[in-house]
């Protein structure tokens, strides 16, 4: 069925732009006073009501009221939001002074979640993770990456795993796994950190495939979780195995982007402590460049060097990284928001890294952009000009069309 939505005081398709580099808000394609032509839930055309209706006259009218600026849904290409139990005492010992490594080596940190998430039946935490499906939904976020992580173990892995297929049918958000087992050496299991990254390989990724339950693996690089070697031969396999790989990266120290780069991973994500070597290494790659204000800010920490990324010709995405460790809040417009105005990002780069460069980032084609033929999921802001929705840093709300 056609149906034409509208009246948008501005329209702002993402098409056409460049995937890397630095992006002015000039090259911006804005459709003033535009609808959009929609046929079963996929985009058609963008026009004035004039033309759509002479060329469609068929097409059935869904009117919108008010001044409104319409963009693509938001894209989240990083969140662990498959997780029981909450952080709150790491996040007040942080406060008090203590690092995350501290935090982690003293009992806290991702394992407390893992314990909690494997006390948790795979029905709670699909519940759990719908709550949270739901909840970025209706900030504007329509497709979420969603990683395991909090298992660590074959069987756990494929609860968390499961539990997110499962949810994908309960949300309207549309969940895209990523099978995180490697997060770090799980304190139960007897045998080296390469012992633990071959049990993954022989042992879970292949039912992952076969279920059909994740085609993304990742990998944290960090002292006190995996070292670059023993990732790049752990990535090059699950690269052999089908996955598409993707690295937690340069966090607190340097080595996880060129694994990344190295390997041909679809991202490298974090990237705090990326120095100049890093930035080139990514800008003259495939891989996107993934920074997660979420982190930084729950954390206390710089943010990852965005401006210096885009000014060497990187693909930027931004992302939550939506986990109840080092990221607890997940406002990705927010977050957006601020890193926009700590790095002097444009509104074109924060917008652009929210959809079109997010999509890349999970390499999907048709999406994040309100392109012909790509899904008619959108979202509706009330305001009349699109620099409105990051100058209220996330407190002006949009509404999602379908
Ligand atoms: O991306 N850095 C590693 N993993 C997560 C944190 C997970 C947690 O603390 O539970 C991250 O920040
Ligand atoms: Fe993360």
Same mark, same amino acid.
């Given at each position: 069925?056609?149906?034409?939505?509208?009246?948008?005081?501005?329209?702002?398709?993402?098409?056409?732009?460049?995937?890397?580099?630095?992006?002015?808000?000039?090259?911006?394609?804005?459709?003033?006073?535009?609808?959009?032509?929609?046929?079963?839930?996929?985009?058609?055309?963008?026009?004035?009501?004039?033309?759509?209706?002479?060329?469609?006259?068929?097409?059935?009218?869904?009117?919108?009221?008010?001044?409104?600026?319409?963009?693509?849904?938001?894209?989240?290409?990083?969140?662990?939001?498959?997780?029981?139990?909450?952080?709150?005492?790491?996040?007040?010992?942080?406060?008090?002074?203590?690092?995350?490594?501290?935090?982690?080596?003293?009992?806290?940190?991702?394992?407390?979640?893992?314990?909690?998430?494997?006390?948790? =039946?795979? @029905?709670?935490?699909?519940?759990?993770? #719908?709550?949270? /499906?739901?909840?970025?939904?209706?900030?504007?976020?329509?497709?979420?990456?969603?990683?395991?992580?909090?298992?660590?173990?074959?069987?756990?892995?494929?609860?968390?795993?499961?539990?997110?297929?499962?949810? =994908?049918?309960?949300?309207? /958000?549309?969940?895209?796994?990523?099978?995180?087992?490697?997060?770090?050496?799980?304190?139960?299991?007897?045998?080296?950190?390469?012992?633990?990254?071959?049990?993954?390989?022989?042992?879970?990724?292949?039912?992952?495939?076969?279920?059909?339950?994740?085609?993304?693996?990742?990998?944290?690089?960090?002292?006190?979780?995996?070292?670059?070697?023993?990732?790049?031969?752990?990535?090059?396999?699950?690269?052999?195995?089908?996955?598409?790989?993707?690295?937690?990266?340069?966090?607190?120290?340097?080595?996880?982007?060129?694994? @990344?780069?190295?390997?041909?991973? #679809?991202?490298?994500?974090?990237?705090?402590?990326?120095?100049?070597?890093?930035?080139?290494?990514?800008?003259?790659?495939?891989?996107?460049?993934?920074?997660?204000?979420?982190?930084?800010?729950?954390?206390?920490?710089?943010?990852?060097?965005?401006?210096?990324?885009?000014?060497?010709?990187?693909?930027?995405?931004?992302?939550?990284?939506?986990?109840?460790?080092?990221?607890?809040?997940?406002?990705?417009?927010?977050?957006? @928001? #601020?890193?926009?105005?700590?790095?002097?990002?444009?509104?074109?780069? #924060?917008?652009?890294?929210?959809?079109?460069?997010?999509?890349?980032?999970?390499?999907?084609?048709?999406?994040?952009?309100?392109?012909?033929?790509?899904? /008619?999921?959108?979202?509706?802001?009330?305001? =009349?000009?699109?620099?409105?929705?990051?100058?209220?840093?996330?407190?002006?709300?949009?509404?999602?069309?379908?």
């Amino acid at each position: 069925m056609k149906t034409l939505t509208g009246p948008f005081t501005q329209i702002l398709p993402f098409t056409g732009l460049p995937l890397k580099g630095p992006l002015k808000d000039s090259q911006l394609q804005i459709i003033n006073n535009g609808w959009v032509l929609s046929n079963n839930g996929r985009i058609v055309t963008i026009g004035t009501l004039e033309r759509l209706r002479k060329d469609h006259p068929s097409a059935q009218i869904n009117e919108i009221t008010g001044d409104n600026v319409l963009l693509p849904g938001f894209i989240d290409c990083h969140t662990h939001i498959c997780f029981a139990g909450n952080r709150a005492n790491d996040y007040a010992l942080r406060s008090s002074g203590k690092s995350y490594t501290e935090i982690a080596k003293s009992g806290g940190g991702i394992w407390d979640t893992v314990t909690q998430t494997r006390a948790a =039946s795979e @029905a709670t935490l699909t519940e759990l993770l #719908v709550k949270r /499906a739901d909840r970025h939904l209706s900030d504007g976020v329509t497709i979420i990456e969603v990683k395991s992580g909090y298992g660590l173990s074959v069987e756990q892995e494929l609860k968390q795993l499961r539990a997110i297929k499962e949810a =994908s049918y309960k949300t309207k /958000a549309t969940l895209i796994p990523t099978c995180l087992a490697a997060h770090i050496l799980p304190k139960d299991f007897e045998g080296t950190r390469s012992a633990y990254l071959d049990d993954i390989l022989q042992n879970l990724l292949p039912i992952v495939k076969k279920e059909n339950l994740a085609n993304r693996v990742d990998i944290f690089i960090e002292d006190g979780a995996f070292k670059t070697d023993q990732a790049l031969s752990f990535l090059d396999k699950a690269k052999r195995l089908g996955f598409d790989v993707t690295v937690h990266a340069d966090q607190f120290s340097t080595g996880g982007s060129a694994v @990344a780069v190295e390997i041909g991973a #679809v991202s490298a994500d974090h990237l705090e402590a990326s120095k100049d070597k890093e930035i080139k290494l990514l800008a003259k790659s495939d891989t996107v460049a993934v920074a997660l204000p979420g982190a930084s800010l729950g954390l206390g920490m710089q943010y990852a060097p965005a401006r210096k990324l885009l000014n060497a010709g990187a693909c930027l995405a931004i992302a939550s990284d939506w986990n109840p460790g080092s990221a607890p809040m997940g406002d990705l417009l927010m977050q957006a @928001a #601020v890193l926009g105005a700590a790095e002097k990002l444009t509104a074109a780069e #924060v917008f652009a890294g929210l959809t079109s460069r997010a999509a890349h980032a999970l390499r999907l084609t048709n999406r994040g952009t309100l392109a012909t033929g790509a899904p /008619a999921v959108m979202q509706a802001y009330p305001c =009349s000009d699109y620099r409105e929705i990051l100058y209220n840093q996330g407190k002006l709300r949009s509404q999602i069309l379908y």
